[in-house]
């Protein structure tokens, strides 16, 4: 009887994952793979079908040229996938991934049998890849409500959504068909195996395709939270936890902390709550029969409701200890929204709660008498792995090919088990209208390719056995295939399309879109110095704090390259510049033009720490370990040059010299005079008019006084005496 209860309850949980993940594919409209930027982009349709072909990895199965295979996306690695995703989706997956998620670059491999079948294989599959995690301990984890709100805002602040579809308030993407896809992750994920990709994402997609964005663990929760928050496990009480000034009302100056589940109302199921702190207990009662309770509270202040009637309401006090209150209501048969508000304004947190009805003696409410919903919840059934699937999956998993791309469990197999999948034709030998390309079933992977996506596959096809594009193309390519054409704009290609714009935020809006949009890479490698690039690209050197998008690092073993192609084929005119005889006096000018005595530069940058009393546009003190100087100089005449859209005026347009008593008036040599005076960094000395906004002090080549009011009366602090 037992294990036939645990069979209806497996196949409950499987048609309900099934129905709802076809729901999903109906919904979306998305009928081909997607690669994000691919169609929009200005990439030739040669180099389109080149992306194609490394994107869904042809060469996993065909030979290849090696410039394809070095480049080709891997799969994801499956080692310990038992631990970190739902079974029931991957059996799902596996049967049928186009439905399940589209958009997917997986293929239907099992498109060529029947459906019983495939349903057979699929699941054979799933048994042998759970078979290879000694843990396969993967369980539903109800999400935090909290966590979730706030981890929405950074989903759609931090730089996601330039990949993946914004959504709405119901959760519902309103992008599908140009973002990568994501699929129901509440089906796919708990919140914890979700975090543990979010932050170390390669170790899973090795290929970089999936960036990371270095957050704080905290803010990865809170992530994970939002996009699993559909999750529904059986519970009885769902909990929020407030803080702030909870005496004075719950509306203001109260801010949600936390939230989950908890058995019943004992202060025991939490930690120690904080001072000034509220609980709000939801969730429903059940009653077996129609009939009046009452209910005994003790607590500093709170309220009670009974389906949707206030049955008591003790305002709080943050000067008075713990009172009792009561009252009483009719029960209707079966289940009862209940919802308690509990307000620890006073010293010691104490809380009881009792019920007592014609039925009842008066006692604390039990857990079974409590539900978070009131209709039945499926429990997860762990997914029981046979052995005798294990080893036909493992067959399968050789004859259908997955091993080709999956090749991170090549040591799981029985000894003497080969690979007994048929390898198909080169690539240089494809046939063009068959196979994978083909509009016809049969037994080869069927990508969900668009008639479009065919025709760029087609049109490559002949160019790949040239070994090695050149280095404009393999730039361009680079720049598809890693979609960082979403925020960066480059020479005609990409940029923050018009849907997305909104997007994109900071945090200075004096700044207008300089301080929002990441800046254009149009001759990054002329601009930046080829170390300022991989402190960016591959070190996580953030240089532009007040922007919200963060800089995704894909992993010095797949985007490392453009360091240094960048600076192969990025170039400005060269500027030839005059030996300088006075250091000193070229320094002085350099001062005199950046303070309130020249352009005022200090108005809107920050410079050594201190704040612009301006906008506060980017740090000046990094500026020569920042940027090549040839372009600092174009840039200083013409900063439009280079960005259309920048708020930064040109203090020489044109050549023109607005001080002419500054180094006889000769705009290149005011220009570079900037540049030398900033070569000094942290030492230079600190430019007229500099705001003193911020508490650091850093020494330099003069001294600083810094004096102010403290608890302690007047105080002053002296820095940078020579004898010093």
């Not at 005026?649 to 040599?669: R, T, Y």
Request: with cysteine.
């Amino acid at each position: 009887v037992a294990r036939l209860i645990t069979l209806v309850l497996l196949g409950q949980f499987i048609l309900g994952l099934g129905s709802a993940a076809s729901l999903t594919a109906q919904e979306t409209g998305v009928e081909s793979v997607v690669i994000a930027g691919l169609g929009s982009s200005q990439l030739k349709e040669v180099l389109k079908g080149r992306v194609l072909i490394e994107e869904l990895n042809c060469a996993g199965c065909h030979a290849a040229p090696q410039s394809i295979k070095e480049h080709s996306k891997k799969a994801p690695r499956l080692s310990g996938i038992g631990s970190r995703m739902n079974p029931y989706y991957l059996q799902q997956f596996i049967e049928s991934p186009h439905q399940v998620k589209p958009g997917t670059t997986m293929p239907q491999l099992l498109s060529s049998l029947g459906e019983k079948q495939g349903k057979e294989v699929a699941a054979a599959i799933t048994h042998f890849l759970l078979s290879t995690d000694a843990k396969s301990d993967f369980h539903l984890i109800a999400p935090d409500e909290v966590a979730a709100e706030k981890g929405r805002e950074l989903f759609h602040t931090v730089g996601c959504v330039a990949c993946h579809s914004p959504r709405d308030g119901q959760g519902k993407e309103l992008m599908q068909q140009e973002s990568v896809p994501l699929g129901d992750l509440e089906k796919k994920y708990n919140v914890s195996s979700l975090v543990q990709f979010l932050s170390q994402p390669h170790r899973i997609r090795p290929s970089g395709r999936m960036p990371d964005l270095k957050l704080p663990r905290r803010d990865l929760e809170r992530i994970a939270h939002y996009l699993v928050r559909r999750t529904r496990v059986p519970g009885h009480l769902k909990f929020t936890l407030l803080r702030g000034r909870v005496w004075e009302g719950l509306e203001v100056n109260v801010e949600k902390e936390k939230a989950g589940h908890v058995d019943d109302f004992s202060l025991q199921s939490l930690q120690k709550l904080p001072q000034n702190s509220a609980l709000i207990y939801e969730g429903f009662l059940k009653s077996d029969k129609e009939e009046k309770a009452t209910f005994l509270l003790e607590m500093n202040g709170g309220e009670l409701w009974i389906n949707d009637q206030k049955i008591v309401d003790l305002p709080p006090s943050s000067r008075r200890g713990v009172k009792k209150a009561s009252g009483s209501t009719a029960l209707r048969s079966g289940w009862n929204r209940i919802k308690v508000v509990y307000i620890h304004a006073g010293k010691e947190p104490s809380f009881d709660l009792k019920m007592e009805s014609g039925s009842r003696q008066r006692a604390a409410i039990p857990a079974r008498l409590l539900s978070i919903y009131n209709t039945p919840i499926e429990p997860y059934v762990d997914y029981q792995v046979d052995p005798v699937r294990v080893k036909k999956g493992a067959k399968e998993f050789l004859r259908l090919g997955c091993i080709k791309c999956h090749d991170d469990v090549k040591n799981s197999f029985e000894e003497g088990l080969a690979d007994s999948y048929a390898s198909p034709p080169p690539l240089e030998k494809l046939d063009e209208v068959g196979g994978c390309l083909s509009e016809k079933p049969g037994p080869w992977p069927k990508f969900s390719l668009s008639r479009k996506q065919k025709d760029w596959v087609r049109k490559a096809l002949p160019d790949l056995q040239d070994e090695s594009l050149d280095t404009i193309d393999t730039v361009d390519k680079s720049l598809v295939t890693f979609n960082c054409l979403a925020c960066h704009a480059r020479a005609g290609l990409g940029g923050v399309s018009a849907e997305r714009n909104a997007l994109f935020t900071g945090d200075r809006k004096e700044l207008g879109n300089d301080g929002r949009i990441p800046p254009p890479l149009t001759l990054v490698g002329a601009k930046l110095q080829k170390d300022c690039i991989s402190d960016v690209m591959l070190r996580g050197q953030r240089q532009r704090l007040y922007m919200t998008t963060r800089m995704p690092q894909f992993g010095e073993a797949n985007v490392g390259h453009l360091v240094d192609l960048f600076e192969q084929v990025d170039r400005v005119e060269k500027v030839e510049f005059e030996p300088i005889e006075d250091l000193s006096l070229v320094k002085r000018a350099g001062h005199q033009l950046i303070g309130t005595t020249g352009f005022s530069c200090v108005g809107c940058h920050d410079f050594n720490g201190q704040k612009a009393a301006g906008p506060g546009a980017m740090e000046m003190i990094n500026t020569t370990k920042r940027l090549k100087k040839d372009w600092f100089y174009w840039y200083m005449l013409n900063p439009a040059r280079f960005n259309k859209t920048t708020i930064m005026p040109a203090a020489w347009p044109g050549g023109h010299v607005f001080m002419e008593d500054i180094l006889d008036g000769d705009a290149k040599k005011q220009i570079e005079s900037v540049w030398v005076y900033l070569s000094d960094g942290r030492r230079a000395k600190a430019p007229v008019g500099l705001s003193r906004k911020s508490p650091e002090l850093r020494v330099a080549d003069e001294t600083l006084v810094c004096r102010g009011r403290g608890n302690a009366g007047y105080r002053g602090m002296a820095i940078g005496y020579p004898e010093r």
